[in-house]
Structure formats: structure tokens, C-alpha cells
């Protein structure tokens, strides 16, 4: 095990860490592995989705089952995507990492037979040293093979296709594929789609030509409670031998509109300067300076993000300055465009009629620091 962070700023979050997920914990467990049905989760950037689906993997191998955690991200090209879900998918069914790069030496060594059907499926799709294999039956072969094994060896499976929305740029069809192919792979496995990009992923969702009606209910993950991140940040404050004041732990959530990722950062640069001096009188406003400025970088992605189409950066500056998006001089149409554009993207969402905010409290501050004149 490595050791605990202070705080954990990027990457995936040890259980402890993991703060107000609970609730969604159990109903995932319960929906998706209890009852075997298909779940799209999605949520923005960076607040906590691969945390939680590596927990909800962790439970269901503790009650026996197997969890698998696709990355469609790695993937370039559709074989590429094809061959991940084969090895992800084989290294869980076989107990370890390297079982699919193994499968090939196991194809030339021992006789076809003796391999399980399943098994020899994979291996001669993927390892065949004679005859080349089209890259759609590896696809075909890869995404059935979860629930092929799982029934095979009698366990239930879950399967989770992380970073969903990013394989339509390795291919158009690629959707359809999937849609066909795991529509009938649900004996024993059930799947979780997700991605950061809520407003490509619902799209796919809900386009009743394309991803499937039938492959799952959409649920988010809500802020956690104020509440919940008070305790914990207090808790771990004392816990490393600096306990905090009170409301300091509720200025930081305030700072950063609680937002995971930013809270975790913040608390880990105020952490830093108590532990450099302890009496710092004004370390909270300097943590807060600190997160702002360690995270105008990626900030500086996101407004790059958001060029095209043309306004949306505009429509960002009036949801920052809390000005109307609508009715604002510009046709609605153009005005709907970027709108939808930052919901697509998962910057904004929509609070209520013609009414948006930042999912990223602090990027809003940056729009209003640096873009609006
Ligand atoms: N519930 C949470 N409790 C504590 N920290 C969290 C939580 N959610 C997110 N974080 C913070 O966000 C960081 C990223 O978490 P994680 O990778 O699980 O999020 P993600 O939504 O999958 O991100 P990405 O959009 O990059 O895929 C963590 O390292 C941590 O700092
Ligand atoms: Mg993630």
C-alpha cells in the first residue's frame, strides 16, 4: 500500500479520502451489482467519478464478483481500444496483470483443446499466428468477453467504461458497435458508462437511434455536504497534529465553491504553510491565493476549450459577471449555441430558466479576473 497523502490532490482517491460518496456508493452497488443494471455516471471534471467507481470495483470484489475499469482514453485507434478491453477484461478474470499478453505463449504451447472456449475465442482472435483478424471481430470478441467468462465461471461482473465520450475520436461507428455487441452481453456482467463531458455523454444516452434506451439511467454526483467536508477537513487537520479554528475549514469550501479537486488543493497549500509557520496570520488568504494560481493553468485549457462556437467565451463572461445570457443582444440561437457548448463540455450547468453556474466555482473567478473588461 503506498502512504496515505496529506491530502490527496489529483488522481485517484484512497477509500478514507473519499468524501460524501457513501450514499452513491450503496446505490451504485445496488443498481448496477445487486440488480445488474446499466448506470451512466456523469459528472465534471475532477470530482471524484474514477475514485468512486475504483471503490464500488473494491466492494464488488470483496463480495466476490469482478470489476473491470476500462480507460477509454488510452485508446487511439479502435483495435487499440479493442485489444484494452481484452486485456483489462482477461488480466480480472485470470486473478492477474499480464494473463492476456500470456494467453498468446499458452496459444503456441498448448494444445487449442485444452484452453476454455472462451479463452481459445480470445486467443485466436487477438494471438493467431496464422490468418489476420479483422479489427471488428476483435471488437466483437473484446466487449462480449466479460460476460462470456463471468457466466462461464458463474460470478457476476461489472464492467466500467471510463472516459466514454473520448472513443468517438477514434471512430464515428464506434457507439453503434457497442451498443450492438453488449445489448446482449448482460446475462452476468452489467456496465457503468461514464465521462467528464456530461453534455456528449447524455447526448449518446438519449438519442434513441443511437446508445441504447435500454443501456442505462443517467445519475450524477452531486457536491458533497457542506457538512461532510467540514468533518473530514477537520478531522484530518487534527489528525496531522495541526488542528484547525473554527469556519476555517467553511472559508475553504466557500473559497472554492466546493468543488473536490480545489477544496483538496486548497487544503493541502494551507496545510503546508502551518506546517512552515504555524502562526502565519494571514495563511488562509495565502492558501487561497495559491490554489487560484496553481490552477490558472488548467483554467487557461478550459477558456482555449471553449473558442469556438464563436461567443461562448462572451456567454461565459456574462454567466461569471452574473448578467443575463439571454436577451443580451445577440440571437438566441447563437446565445443557445455556446450555452449548450459549456453544458456539453461540463462547465456550466443550468440552475434554472435562462439561470447557469460554474461547476468550477474558481473558473468563473478566473473569467472574471482575467476576461471580463
Ligand atoms: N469525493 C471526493 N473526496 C475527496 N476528494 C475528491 C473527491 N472527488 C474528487 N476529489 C479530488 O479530485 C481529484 C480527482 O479525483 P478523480 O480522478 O476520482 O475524479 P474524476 O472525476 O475521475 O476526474 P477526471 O475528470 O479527471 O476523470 C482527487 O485526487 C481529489 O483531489
Ligand atoms: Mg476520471
Redesign the pocket.
Known amino acids: 500500500m503506498p502512504q496515505r497523502r496529506d491530502f ?6 484512497a477509500s478514507e ?5 457513501e450514499h452513491t456508493l450503496r446505490d451504485l452497488y445496488e443498481r448496477v451489482y445487486v440488480q445488474g443494471n446499466p448506470i451512466v455516471l456523469s ?1 465534471p ?8 467507481i475504483a471503490d464500488l470495483l473494491r466492494r464488488v470484489r470483496t463480495a466476490g464478483g469482478w470489476g473491470v475499469r476500462i480507460d477509454c482514453s488510452r485508446a487511439t485507434s479502435v483495435e487499440d481500444f479493442a485489444e484494452l478491453v481484452a486485456a483489462e477484461t482477461y488480466a480480472e478474470a485470470a486473478g492477474r496483470r499480464d494473463a492476456f499478453a500470456k494467453l498468446g505463449d499458452l496459444l503456441r504451447n498448448v494444445p487449442r483443446p485444452i484452453l476454455y472456449h472462451a479463452d481459445s475465442e480470445l486467443a485466436l482472435a487477438f494471438h493467431a499466428p496464422d490468418r489476420p483478424v479483422s479489427v471488428s471481430h476483435k471488437l466483437t470478441t473484446a466487449l462480449g468477453l466479460a460476460d462470456r467468462l463471468a457466466d462461464e465461471k458463474k460470478v457476476r461482473a461489472v464492467v466500467v467504461y471510463d ?1 466514454f465520450p473520448t472513443l468517438r475520436k477514434s471512430s464515428d461507428k464506434i457507439y453503434d458497435q457497442i451498443r450492438a455487441e453488449l445489448q446482449h452481453a448482460n446475462k452476468s456482467t452489467a456496465y457503468v458508462y461514464m465521462g ?1 463531458e456530461v453534455g456528449v455523454l447524455a447526448t449518446l444516452f438519449k438519442d434513441r437511434r443511437r446508445m441504447a434506451f435500454r443501456l442505462g439511467t443517467t445519475i450524477g454526483l452531486p457536491p ?1 455536504l457542506v457538512s461532510e467536508w467540514v468533518t473530514y477537513i477537520e478531522q484530518r487537520f487534527r489528525e496531522l497534529g495541526l488542528p484547525l479554528a473554527t469556519d476555517v475549514a467553511q472559508r475553504l469550501i466557500s473559497f472554492t465553491g466546493g468543488h ?2 480545489d477544496l ?1 488543493e486548497a487544503c493541502q497549500h494551507l496545510l503546508t504553510l502551518r506546517t512552515l509557520a504555524r502562526a502565519t496570520p494571514k495563511a488562509i488568504e495565502l492558501a487561497q491565493e495559491k490554489t487560484y494560481w496553481g490552477l490558472e493553468r488548467n483554467f487557461e485549457l478550459l477558456w482555449e476549450l471553449i473558442e469556438e462556437p464563436k461567443g461562448t467565451r462572451e456567454t461565459a463572461v456574462r454567466i461569471a459577471t452574473a448578467q443575463r445570457v439571454y436577451g443580451s443582444g445577440r440571437s438566441a440561437m447563437a446565445a443557445k449555441r455556446s450555452v449548450d457548448k459549456l453544458i456539453d463540455e461540463g462547465i456550466v450547468r443550468k440552475v434554472s430558466r435562462g439561470q447557469f453556474e460554474f461547476t468550477e466555482p474558481l473558473f468563473g473567478e478566473y473569467v472574471r479576473r482575467t476576461r471580463a473588461r
Open positions: 490527496p490532490t489529483g488522481g485517484e482517491v479520502d473519499l468524501v460524501g460518496r459528472a471534471r475532477q470530482t471524484g467519478k474514477t475514485s468512486v472516459e467528464s458533497p473536490p479537486r483538496m
